[in-house]
């Protein structure tokens, strides 16, 4: 039998319909929503993925901002922006650009933005917030597999939800949300050991390794759900969709999958940040 394809296109255009009337919604009280992205040196790939998140803003008619810095910047100057950006009060979301470059301590950077405008969910008291399930604005990506989830009416309680991954802003924070939703949650990392056994016993399986096409049909159970949060160079995910195809019962593609709904979930994140000034 054919899986059911959990189309993220589909998802994230429908949140962006909501969105844009609540924009119009805030521009009636005059309040512009505004996301400040901030890119440290001229990555590319980093570059391109400003200009995504910017061209979305404007989509939905949310201001961006682009704080483009010199790849010579200290952390310390880096942390003086962002300051300056929390401080702005025109300025709802602020959005670092990760990787930075390598003589930034990146954690340090993260923990100058203001939880209040943390709406990318970096800092370690939105992670905490995400994990006591009182949070405004969880990671994007893992908020955007819930969502998914949500879309399809895909049942999460109760049931096995595997995560390869434990990043602080991927791995981690899905495995918290799914645990705040009621799922049994193993979380897998490099270290651990059977991978493929266990699994075998999700009903969930969250790919979200870093690793082209890593995660195999033939580990998995019969009727899983799989959600491949992974992008990796020539939009290849963590999951080999190939052989996962045949075993599932539902599948994100990459592209097309948790990608988009991620990016509706920051305009989301910052939506609602306006709004509740
Ligand atoms: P990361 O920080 O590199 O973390 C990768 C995780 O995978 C680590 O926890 C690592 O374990 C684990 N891992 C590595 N090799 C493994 C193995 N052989 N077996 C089991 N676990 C293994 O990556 P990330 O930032 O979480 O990103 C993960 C993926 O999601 C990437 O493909 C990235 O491009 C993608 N991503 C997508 C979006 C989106 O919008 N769709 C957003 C963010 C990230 P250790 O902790 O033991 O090292």
Redesign the pocket.
Known sequence: MKPIILDGTVVSNEMKANLKSRVKLLKQRDVVPCLATILVGDNPASETYVRMKGKACEEIGIKSVRVHLPIELTTNELINSIERLNADPSIHGILLQHPVPEHINERQAFEAINTEKDVDGVTSSGYGQTAFGIGHFPSC?PSAIIKILNYYNIPIKGKHAVV????P???KPVSALLLNEDATVTT?????EN?AEILKMGDIVIG????PEFIQGDWLKKGVIVLD????KGNIG?VDYKSCYGIASAITPVPGG??PV?IATLLEHTVLSAENL
């Open positions: 990506t390869v991954g434990r990043s802003i991927l791995g897998c990392h490099s270290k651990t991978l979200a390794v870093g690793r949060a992974g992008y990796n963590d948790v990608g991620t």
